[in-house]
């Protein structure tokens, strides 16, 4: 269990704004992320066995960061009229899978992940003076809004904004390779045609092709 | 027994064949059928498309959804088996521009991201590379033949369309091939009843034609490995093999287990219900029920041994499982272990007899390595946008294609590159996998929240990406040879790269990617980047097309080619070599098909010769 983990979140609270006091908000990257030893699937994996985060290699996140990387998925992707919120169905899991795995990508991923979850909650801390996890919708979007695009973003936000495009690709990958992401955005294949009929009519009308 | 260990072999066959792919597979087909006892290596495990393809696994079953990684650089479902950019135990030499001069042994697991000069994708499993490639199967046509007497390029090969077009048709008829005969210049129709119907285009494809027609650029249905339905294994074996009732039996036999495409999951995982071309659905169960065909695997070949009059008395291998070295004895050696792997064998089978390595005499092994032009562009559509949702997976890969469309305009001299290439492209509501919402936000402007799920609702389907594969020209930097620093796991020197695109293939480049913006913009769309400033940035480094050709080139002059014109050496008569290293040029049709035709009128002709008593 990570130090974070065992003291009170009111202590931990106090020691985040402390911490923002002599680390400058602007100074993205203050926490390093230990780079995890495991070994990869492999060359030759079981291609048919149905994988479980955790299964091929340890997780990372802490119950604090778990607590903010699904708060940030609901923030992203929430529940509407056709799908569930992407915390429901196991995207933080996911994320936490992505950011433990032992390749280059996802290590590069890992660090900008972390050091991103860091600045949130200091951010929250600062603003709010509570996790990134426990604002209220408002208070959460007022902090997204300041990163939610790249060119958009303030000096001093820019590697926050980074850091929330890369989330966002993460979640929605996440998301939509789930049944209940598949049905959202109404992608019908992965079954059994006996023939291959192309578009039907309607398509061929919408695209001025009929 | 078919498949057998090495303590379990005969004491001689009349051939060994180095290889499962589709030179290896079409090679054994055809030497079996004709009634020779054949052994079969292969360098990787044994593979079992049936009952090891992830057939409709979702992404969600697997570990990062999917994504690919430097184990499974193509995707975790992609059929490769101990097999990428780099291979376990089996390193090779190459330039790297990160890290300064000299030789390096090559590490990088991205094409677009590599410093290295060459990427040299290897699988290491029964039926090679043909259980995860993307079943493109154009023929060449005559002027890709004769390229050197048109335009005073490259080389000419030692034979004619006109020798090879009656093995396309087999080879088609063989392993099942959908298209259509368009009569288009330079790209030549198949015999009638050879070709399967294709499957009606998707949504993407259909718009894509109508606004390429504006532009002059023909649309026409894509020859894909992939039956559209069942082959008729009535007529088809006994067409094949008139004369040979057992071999037309074995295949009407194994035909009938393939069933025609149900149009969902992806060629590229390999295909359960054998639909799709795979050596091991196709070619090697008839020659195994032959009775003809022995198999080892996991046998890493080392060297083609000779007598002491030079001819091939058969190969020394490593048996991997044991990590002992064995000896199988053949009457004929047939090399198919792709283009750079024979050659590598043919340099680790020097002797005082061939200094230089075997049937180098000419100097030429390893000369002439050639790949394909690759450059792509993205584009996303606003008229594809919101489109009613319909399943539109079909055969997974695309029902369409742009053939070379500018041979006039290359002709009278408007262009300022010599030779073609055709676009593959595709887009539309594929399954969705990691990256399919990637970087949304540059159409949405950063949206998150309930706005992000209306966007993604929006935009999905309405991306297309254009990929050129285009004609190399052969040249005089671009080579392999032994490394003289590296090894691999079981003592056998390795291969390094040299390789230089030229001129000719940088500014093909840049003319794809101005014809892809073309056509993006033509259909109303915005190019998610725009062509490359500098065209070297656009273009595939060598080897990332997968499609290494060249090494052991065949040609009418003993002096300056590796085989004759029916894959047989110069200097030792029972050596042959059946994979893509004989290209001496390298259209831009995808030489897999090509390598199965030549290897089926290569066999033919060794056959030929067993009988007549000449090897």
């Keep these: 269990m990570n130090e974070s983990n065992r003291i009170d979140r009111r202590e931990a609270i106090k020691w985040i704004v402390a911490a923002t006091a002599t680390v400058s908000l602007l100074n993205f990257r203050s926490f390093g992320a230990p780079v995890p030893a495991a070994k990869g699937y492999g060359t030759d994996p079981d291609l048919l066995k149905d994988y479980e985060p955790g299964d091929l290699w340890p997780l990372t996140l802490t119950r604090e960061q778990h607590r903010a990387v699904a708060a940030l998925c609901d923030v992203i992707i929430p529940a509407d009229e056709r799908s569930p919120g992407a915390s429901s169905l196991g995207v933080p899991d996911f994320i936490d899978e992505w950011i433990s795995a ?18 949130l909650d200091r951010i929250s801390a600062k603003r709010f003076g509570r996790f990134f996890a426990d604002l209220d919708d408002r208070q959460k979007h007022s902090i997204c809004d300041d990163i939610c695009f790249v060119p958009k973003a303030k000096t001093g936000f820019k590697n926050a904004a980074r850091f929330f495009a890369k989330f966002r690709n993460l979640t929605a990958g996440g998301f939509y390779t789930t049944p209940q992401g598949w049905k959202d955005i109404q992608y019908l294949g992965n079954v059994v045609l006996a023939k291959f009929d192309g578009p039907p009519p309607e398509v061929l009308k919408y695209l001025h092709l009929a | 027994m078919p498949f057998v260990v090495s303590s379990k072999t005969k004491p ?33 495990r044994n593979y079992d498309p049936v009952s090891e393809t992830p057939m409709f696994n979702p992404p969600l079953q697997a570990p990062l959804r999917g994504a690919g990684t430097p184990d499974k650089p193509f995707g975790f479902y992609d059929a490769t088996v101990n097999g990428g950019w780099t291979v376990p135990q089996e390193p090779y030499g190459v330039r790297n521009s990160r890290r300064g001069n000299g030789w390096y042994e090559a590490t990088d697991s991205d094409i677009w991201s590599t410093g290295q000069n060459f990427i040299w994708w290897r699988p290491r499993m029964l039926g090679g590379r043909t259980n995860h490639w993307a079943r493109f199967s154009f023929r060449m046509g005559p002027y890709d033949f004769k390229p050197r007497s048109r335009d005073g390029l490259g080389l000419d090969w030692p034979m004619t369309y006109e020798d090879l077009a009656p093995y396309y048709d087999k080879a088609e008829a063989l392993i099942g091939v959908y298209g259509t005969n368009e009569g288009l210049e330079n790209t030549p129709a198949s015999s009638p009843g050879i070709l399967l119907p294709p499957p009606k285009p998707r949504a993407n494809e259909l718009l894509a034609k109508k606004f390429c027609a504006k532009l002059g650029i023909p649309v026409i249905p894509s020859h894909v490995a992939v039956l559209s339905r069942q082959q008729d294994a009535g007529k088809i074996p006994a067409m094949l093999h008139p004369d040979n009732p057992a071999a037309a039996r074995a295949l009407a036999d194994n035909m009938r287990t393939r069933l025609g495409c149900f149009w969902a999951t992806s060629c590229g995982r390999g295909c359960s219900i054998k639909a799709n071309y795979q050596s091991t659905t196709v070619h090697l169960p008839p020659a195994l029920a032959s009775g003809n065909l022995d198999i080892i695997t996991d046998a890493m070949v080392r060297e083609v041994t000779v007598d002491q009059n030079g001819k091939a008395t058969g190969v020394l291998y490593i048996d991997k499982t044991t990590g002992k ?198 259909m109303g769309g915005k190019v998610l980047s725009p062509p490359a400033r500098d065209p070297r940035q656009a273009i595939a480094p060598g080897g990332g097309i997968i499609h290494e050709v060249g090494t052991t080139c065949m040609g009418a002059d003993p002096n300056i080619s590796v085989l004759n014109q029916y894959c047989q050496a110069w200097d030792v008569k029972n050596l042959f070599v059946t994979d893509g290293g004989p290209f001496v040029s390298n259209a831009d049709k995808n030489p897999t098909l090509t390598i199965m035709a030549n290897a089926w009128r290569a066999c033919d002709y060794l056959a030929g010769e067993m009988k007549r008593g000449n090897l």
């Design chain 2, 12 to 44: 001689a066959y009349d051939v060994v064949i180095v290889g499962s792919g589709a030179a290896g597979g079409q090679s054994a087909y055809v030497l079996t059928a004709a009634g020779a006892s054949v052994l079969m290596l292969e360098a990787g």
């Design chain 1, 102 to 119: 032992p390749y280059p990508g996802q290590q590069a991923d890992r660090e900008e992940v972390l050091n991103g979850l860091a600045w």
């Design chain 2, 325 to 522: 070295e064995c000896h199988a004895s053949a009457r004929v050696v047939v090399l198919a272990a792709s283009g750079c792997e024979s050659a590598r064998i043919l340099f680790n089978s020097r002797s005082a007899q061939f200094p230089d390595g075997l049937a180098n005499r000419s100097g030429k092994v390893g000369r002439y390595l050639m790949d394909t032009v690759g450059a792509g562009l993205g584009g996303q559509i606003p008229m594809l946008e919101n489109c009613p949702p319909y399943n539109e997976d079909g055969a997974s890969v695309m029902h369409m294609y742009m053939p070379w469309w500018l041979y006039r305009e290359q002709q009278a001299g408007k262009l300022d590159f010599p030779r073609g290439y055709h676009i593959e492209f595709g887009g539309g509501r594929r399954m969705p996998e990691m990256g399919t919402f990637d970087d949304l936000e540059n159409f949405t402007g950063g949206s998150y929240g309930k706005k992000f799920k209306e966007d993604v609702r929006r935009y999905y389907g309405s991306f297309m990406g254009f990929a050129g594969r285009g004609e190399m020209i052969p040249n005089e930097d671009s080579y392999c040879e032994i490394d003289p620093d590296r090894k691999d796991a079981w003592g056998i020197p390795v291969l390094r790269f040299h390789f230089q695109w030229s001129e000719h293939e940088i500014r093909q480049a840049a003319h794809m990617q101005k014809t892809f913006a073309q056509i993006i913009e033509a």
